[in-house]
């Protein structure tokens, strides 16, 4: 008998044996105990057959193997002749793996075809592999594109700032964060100063290369924690996690002060904004720590705009604190 080799480690081939093929197909442990059946076998003896004895199976069907002509194909795998006496006599095949388990095959197999049939199973594999490699390409794809839907809904346009839906998002859990962790949490408020006269005077793409150099100040001014947020118009709000309403004055001095300097019109005349501070109190929601800030940025901007003034308690006082530069521009 020709010598043939069966690669063992063909995946395709096994799952053939397993779910398709017209053949007895079993796996037995050294102690000759079945552990697996293919489906065939499944039907032909009966789904309990795993956990057997071998010879049991053999008994029960009363067949008479005659292992006498065994052919070593390598040292792990061996093929065997004989016939099954029930009736007619036919000759079966027996492909033996001498390694961890047994694994016995009765059946008409033609070893070429099987050959064949492995090779036509490893393309379609490979293609269900190059097929998976693919979806999965797409995936990422379809990942990274809702991740910039996502961050496009969150972003003004305008001036590429959190927009005010995102900023409803965050504001309840930063203050949930920080009741529970007993930590201080600021919110400014901030309003360019006459925008609508600039937008009269020098035209509105004036008015947005304003709005996107005062946006730009604003992110550049404050930290990676910190939330930046167009709330409206001209207006804007800075949540500032972790501080203080002392601290969160002093923010909103530095951005003051330097707004002037940037030549936002590209034509010398500077711009100013007002700026209303609040820190978050016990028991208060964030349509209070809004307010109050809003309140503080109306007292700046009737007491001469272009100045910050913080809010204490549940409204703002006279007693706020105004900045030392309280010029009208």
Known sequence: MKKKMWDTDRQPVLHYLFH??????????????????????????????AGKPFQEILIDFHHTFGLDHVTACS???????????????????CLFYSFRDQILVFGHLDLDEIESLSSELLAVNQELNNLTRELNRKNRELARANEKILALSRT???TG???????SERIGQMISLAVRKSRPLSLIMTDI???KTINDTYGHDAGDRVLQGFACLMKTST???????????EEFIILLPLTDICEAHAYAERIRLALPQKNLLQNGHPIF??????QLLPNEDSAGLIKRADMALYRAKTSGRNRTVTATGSDAHPSDHLSDS???P
Do not use: W
Request: hydrophobic share 40%.
């Open 273 to 278: 904004a007002s700026f209303g501070v609040s």
């Open 193 to 195: 100063d006459k925008f």
């Open 75 to 93: 040292d792990t795998v061996h093929l065997l002749d004989f016939d099954i006496q029930s009736g007619n006599a036919q000759t079966y095949h």
């Open 20 to 49: 398709q093929a017209p053949v007895l197909f079993m796996v037995l442990d050294r102690q000759g105990i079945i552990r697996q059946v293919n489906r065939f076998g499944s039907r032909l003896l009966g789904s309990d057959t």
């Open 326 to 328: 309280q010029r009208q």
């Open 161 to 167: 700032l959190a927009n005010r839906a995102y900023l």
């Open 223 to 233: 930290r990676t924690e910190d939330l930046v947020a167009r709330f409206g118009g």
């Open 156 to 158: 003004d346009h305008l």
